[in-house]
């Protein structure tokens, strides 16, 4: 008895463990995701110990030190070791700072939008009918209006700030997760394992949440990994136009729109913002693909 139980522990145990190295088998297989989880832990580490590796706070200015350069150019100095903007702040504390409102933003647009969507695709592809037809063709209407633009006018009724940058960001990528949740639910509905639960007498709550959602969520988790790039992509343009995060803010599309001015006379302060809203959003990119590789079965090879 104790050995069949010992058994039973070990094989429970062992499951999880073969999944896991069975997923980073074929995620480790693809160079390119395995550099992008890398940046982005790089990325996440920065913005938790933001106040600890910037060597100035993100607002400290310096009346001494108005665009200077880097160190290696001339007049540079270790002491700003990438320059500082046309008030005297350090670009490397504000860019590490930065981080943290970039990937907040991020990540709470993908939060609030996978929840209502899923929510909103579970629902529409399990009831179906006109409560499906309704939902569907509301998603379409937003799909047909250019997303930045919706964004920008989302916020112009709202008024500009980040909470309301972060809203519109959110409503303008709601669609892709309703379509996605609604595909894959159709998909799931017909399963065998979906019928037998149907006939044991599960209810709907049930049905959806217990039965079906789990196996809708690969497909889910892949186009969240890819929508945090969007989103911080989209608020970094919203910050640009000066309706996202608001000066001072270290946000680093609100760094860009600071310095627009200075950009044929001070190039570091356009430059690197640039850089890390380019190197973030391709990590994320990277591993949203390397996720989808190692998650869908028909790619696994």
Request: hydrophobic share 55%; net charge neutral.
């Amino acid at each position: 008895m104790s050995a069949a139980t010992g058994t039973a522990m070990q094989g429970d145990s062992g499951a999880p463990v073969g999944r896991f190295r069975e997923f980073w088998g074929y995620f480790s297989a693809n160079a390119g995701a395995v550099l992008g989880l890398v940046i982005v832990i790089t990325v996440l580490l920065m913005a938790l110990l933001a106040p600890v590796i910037a060597p100035y706070p993100p607002d400290l200015t310096n009346n001494a030190v108005f665009l200077k350069p880097p160190f290696w150019q001339d007049g540079g100095s270790l002491a700003y070791p990438l320059g500082t903007d046309a008030i005297g702040r350090d670009i490397l504390s504000r860019l590490i700072h930065g981080a943290r409102l970039s990937l907040v933003i991020g990540i709470a647009v993908v939060a609030i939008s996978v929840l209502i969507g899923t929510v909103l695709g579970l629902t529409a592809g399990y009831f179906r009918g006109f409560y499906e037809t309704a939902v569907m063709r509301l998603m379409d209407i937003v799909l047909t209006l250019p997303s930045l633009l919706l964004a920008i006018v989302i916020v112009a009724i709202l008024g500009p700030g980040l909470m309301n940058a972060m809203l519109a960001v959110a409503v303008v990528v709601l669609p892709h997760y309703v379509r996605i949740a609604r595909a894959a639910v159709i998909s799931e509905s017909s399963r065998d394992y979906v019928t037998a639960a149907r006939m044991n007498g599960a209810g709907h709550l049930r049905l959806m949440f217990s039965e079906i959602l789990p196996n809708c969520a690969a497909p889910l988790i892949v186009q969240a990994s890819l929508g945090i790039s969007t989103a911080i992509l989209d608020a970094a343009a919203l910050g640009f136009l000066g309706l996202g995060a608001q000066p001072p803010a270290p946000e680093w599309g609100t760094m860009l729109a600071d310095a627009r001015e200075f950009v044929l006379r001070a190039w570091w302060v356009v430059t690197f913002p640039g850089l890390m809203i380019l190197i973030t959003v391709l990590a994320f990119n990277l591993l949203g693909d390397g996720l989808r590789d190692a998650l869908d079965p028909k790619l696994k090879r």
